[in-house]
């Protein structure tokens, strides 16, 4: 059922998250705005996904997602996250962030520990990483979403 909407192309603007600390843990999660969140499938499930990403007209990087429920809407609303596998210098808030979702890892946990979290995150960005080397994933890669103007947003 994860799968069906899948694979899922978003464009949006990067906007600041509720600080939940995810840079301090090493694991920044760039923000899709409440209006791109909105124009996702109503069904899609929360839990991890990995696809690829790209910020402005930079190159296309590995990426992990998640949609979850979004604590600052008391949990009625999701929120789109996505960590991009790769060190960027500098922050990128305001910008645009492409992204095509493909696959989907877990569904969404509570952890006993930060520990257990971060480890569970770390296991998600390994298995993404395998996932997108496959030759049917790589496609996605050079995907011509990446290469549309800025601003157009794709959705389908
Ligand atoms: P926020 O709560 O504002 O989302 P985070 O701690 O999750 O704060 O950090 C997210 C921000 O970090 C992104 O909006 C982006 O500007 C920046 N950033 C830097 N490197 C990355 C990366 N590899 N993946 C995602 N965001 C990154
Ligand atoms: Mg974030």
């Known amino acids: ?7 899922y192309f978003c464009r949006g603007e990067v906007v600041k998250g509720f600080g939940r600390g995810s ?8 923000n899709f ?25 930079g190159d ?31 922050d990128f808030y305001g910008e645009i962030l492409s992204v095509v979702i493909i696959g989907y890892i877990r569904s969404e946990k509570n952890f006993s520990s930060l ?7 770390q ?4 298995e993404a990483k395998r996932q997108l080397d496959l030759p049917e994933h790589l496609k996605l890669k050079e995907d011509n979403f990446f290469h549309l103007p800025e601003g157009k947003t794709v959705n389908h």
């Open 123 to 126: 296991e998600d960005i390994e």
């Open 60 to 90: 296309v990087h590995k990426m992990v997602l998640s949609i979850g429920w979004n604590p600052f809407y008391k949990n009625i609303k999701k929120s789109v996250e996505t960590h991009v596998i790769h060190a960027f210098k500098d």
């Open 23 to 30: 840079k301090e843990l090493g694991i920044p999660t760039a």
């Open 1 to 7: 059922a994860a799968m069906r909407h899948l694979p």
């Open 115 to 121: 520990e257990a979290l971060t480890s569970a995150i």
């Open 33 to 57: 705005s409440e209006q791109v969140v909105e124009s996702f499938p109503s069904d899609i499930s929360t839990g991890i996904y990995y696809g690829w990403a790209c910020v402005g007209n």
